[in-house]
């Protein structure tokens, strides 16, 4: 190691020069790096999602993302950011917009990820008398001392860049086609990022059920759109016969048919949409949303591989899982054992999905902090697939495959009681 003293501007130097290639190693998994700039602020890298269909000279063009990098010594050191870069002359956070921040060498570096909103809403913006005016302030003590925005998976990291270029991409080219009544233009199908973040809930998937309303009420304007251009002649005629004629046409096509879908609100996805919201917003906020994904993946490719060395299990076997965690998800180990169910539960009644002898075929048996254990019946699950009004096996799925669905179901459940744990019912 080399203990040379060495001038100021060089260790800066030095620093930004190991900021951009971290961050260039990081990006161009993922992007094309279109482009970098170099000035007093730092590097700054223009980035594109991979798409070939479109290019910069479409009429749409692919939205670019911009992501500066900073470096900080120490957490004394302290870095501005233009307002400019932050925000549009709205006043509303650009959701192209990132900030990468970089710290410590070798096997000590760690990196950061913030948003526009991130920035907007957890740093201050200096006044116009400040040395560096309308700039956002990043203090060293506050970001190096917050997990909140520290990369700990690339992958997540990168998929929330990506999702928010393609939010990007919707927000600035939407289109109506009329006043009266909204017009069927191209199905959006892009979703809040923060509802791509993988936590699973017993409900199913918010970005697929998100897209399927969106279909429902596309087909339900369709409707609407066809009679409406029906009335419409009706109004336009001079000619009372056409009129009374379209009349006809309506009361035999439309009558009864064209109405609001009944089934565009579910109670349940508007609960469980609500509760993904306000899990992320306190594991993000506590800087624990990346582990307790990780955590999440980790379960589920756990029950797999060591569930599926013990075969196909009989009914009255019970899979034992222990997990065990530390209070801020850095580290978690898992144990397991099989134990035979006699005498495991009090007596069940014969409730819908229950039995005799367990409450169901999987869940907790026991948790305190840092701690749980959790049972799989794995035995009484079915595992055929339904094929032309019979259930038929699967032979060309091996054990572990079948063991899928199960390993979901009960890492919801560990999942679930972690997190309650962590920030209480």
């Given at each position: 190691m080399n203990d040379e003293s060495r001038p100021s501007w060089l260790v800066r130097m030095e620093n930004g020069s190991i900021g951009e290639a971290r961050t260039r190693s990081f990006l161009i998994d993922r992007f094309w790096i279109l482009e970098r700039s170099v000035d007093i602020d730092g590097a700054d890298f223009?980035?594109?999602?991979?798409?070939?269909?479109?290019?910069?000279?479409?009429?749409?063009?692919?939205?670019?993302?911009?992501?500066?990098?900073?470096?900080?010594?120490?957490?004394?050191?302290?870095?501005?950011?233009?307002?400019?870069?932050?925000?549009?002359?709205?006043?509303?956070?650009?959701?192209?917009?990132?900030?990468?921040?970089?710290?410590?060498?070798e096997d000590e570096s760690t990196s950061y990820l913030l948003g526009a909103k991130d920035i907007e809403s957890d740093f201050k913006l200096t006044d116009s008398h400040h040395s560096r005016p309308n700039s956002f302030t990043i203090p060293g003590k506050m970001l190096l001392g917050s997990k909140k925005y520290k990369i700990v998976s690339n992958n997540l990291s990168l998929n929330r860049i990506e999702r928010a270029l393609v939010n990007a991409d919707f927000v600035k080219n939407r289109r109506f086609m009329s006043w009266a009544l909204p017009g069927i233009g191209k199905l959006n199908e892009t979703v809040n990022p923060i509802y791509q973040e993988p936590l699973d809930n017993w409900y199913g998937d918010i970005p697929d059920q998100f897209v399927d309303l969106?279909?429902?009420?596309?087909?339900?304007?369709?409707?609407?759109?066809?009679?409406?251009?029906?009335?419409?002649?009706?109004?336009?005629?001079?000619?009372?016969?056409?009129?009374?004629?379209?009349?006809?046409?309506?009361?035999?096509?439309?009558?009864?048919?064209?109405?609001?879908?009944?089934?565009?609100?579910?109670?349940?996805?508007?609960?469980?949409?609500?509760?993904?919201?306000?899990?992320h917003a306190k594991l993000h906020g506590a800087g624990l949303l990346d582990l307790y994904l990780r955590l999440q993946k980790e379960c589920i490719q756990f029950i797999c591989s060591d569930l599926a060395q013990h075969m196909e299990l009989d009914r009255e076997t019970a899979y034992i899982l222990t997990v065990t965690y530390n209070a801020d998800l850095s580290t978690w180990s898992y144990s397991s054992e099989l134990r035979n169910i006699v005498g495991m539960f009090e007596?069940?009644?014969?409730?819908?999905?229950?039995?005799?002898?367990?409450?169901?075929?999987?869940?907790?048996?026991?948790?305190?902090?840092?701690?749980?254990?959790a049972y799989i019946l794995a035995g009484r699950y079915g595992y055929q697939k339904y094929i032309d009004g019979q259930w038929v096996d699967e032979p060309e799925k091996s054990w572990e495959e079948k063991l899928g669905n199960v390993a979901r179901i009960s890492t919801r459940e560990i999942m679930y009681k972690v997190y309650y744990e962590l920030f209480g019912e």
């Open positions: 223009i980035i594109q999602r991979r798409l070939t269909g479109i290019n910069l000279l479409d009429r749409e063009p692919p939205r670019l993302g911009v992501v500066q990098v900073k470096f900080f010594s120490s957490e004394s050191t302290t870095q501005y950011l233009h307002k400019e870069y932050v925000l549009d002359s709205n006043g509303h956070p650009r959701n192209e917009f990132f900030l990468i921040c970089h710290t410590g060498k969106k279909k429902k009420t596309q087909r339900a304007i369709f409707d609407i759109e066809e009679a409406l251009e029906k009335l419409n002649e009706i109004l336009e005629t001079d000619d009372p016969e056409k009129a009374l004629g379209v009349a006809e046409e309506i009361y035999y096509d439309y009558r009864g048919a064209v109405s609001i879908p009944d089934d565009l609100f579910d109670e349940d996805f508007y609960n469980v949409v609500r509760e993904h919201k306000e899990r007596k069940q009644g014969d409730e819908h999905w229950s039995y005799a002898d367990a409450p169901a075929t999987e869940g907790i048996l026991s948790i305190s902090p840092g701690s749980l254990i």
